[in-house]
């Protein structure tokens, strides 16, 4: 049995997709199978503030100590296929964004035997992100979040500059002692 994966991205309405395939098996036949997910790559940020804290919840654990990261409610009633199944917190600690990744999977009991291929659940993936943008209509792409990350960085840059003299003047008062 194969263990890659192979992974088809793209962004829709400036909404990254990835549509992941690897491969399974078929219990019925014993074979090789193609499965199938998509995921949409968000930003807390890209949401309106009230929605924040429901979009990168802390970990939960059962009652063994096992951690068990929450799905986020607001995004299960999208056009998933067959539901949201995935959801992964992914950005590192000092990233500027809460990025996560959320998706579905294909080719359960009651589909099993139908085909899909890359361009049929991209197709469905940007279905999803359609709906997406239907409950959210003041969601962010990507290409405004990262624009207005850079406008505050610019800001926050020029207001370091201006309170430091342009980041001489404390070397100078350091030198001169």
């Not at 804290?53 to 929450?70: H, V």
């Not at 294909?106 to 239907?134: I, P």
Request: glycine share 6%.
């Amino acid at each position: 049995m194969k263990h890659d994966r192979e992974i088809f991205r793209q962004t829709h309405k400036g909404i990254s997709i990835e549509v992941s395939k690897h491969f399974g098996k078929d219990y019925s036949t014993d074979k090789e199978k193609d499965v199938w997910c998509f995921y949409l790559l968000l930003a807390a940020e890209q949401f309106p503030k009230e929605f924040h804290d429901d979009l990168y919840q802390p970990f939960n654990f059962s009652d063994y100590g096992t951690p068990m990261q929450p799905y986020a409610e607001c995004l299960k009633d999208l056009d998933w296929h067959s539901g949201m199944t995935y959801y992964e917190r992914t950005s590192p600690s000092d990233f500027p964004f809460k990025t996560f990744k959320a998706g579905c999977d294909f080719n359960h009991l009651w589909d099993e035997h139908e085909y899909f291929d890359a361009e049929s659940v991209m197709n469905e993936a940007k279905r999803c992100v359609d709906s997406l943008f239907l409950k959210f209509p003041t969601l962010a792409t990507n290409e405004i979040l990262w624009k207005e990350f850079r406008e505050k960085h610019k800001a926050m840059t020029s207001l370091n500059k201006s309170i430091d003299g342009g980041g001489n003047e404390f070397n100078k008062t350091k030198e001169g002692k």
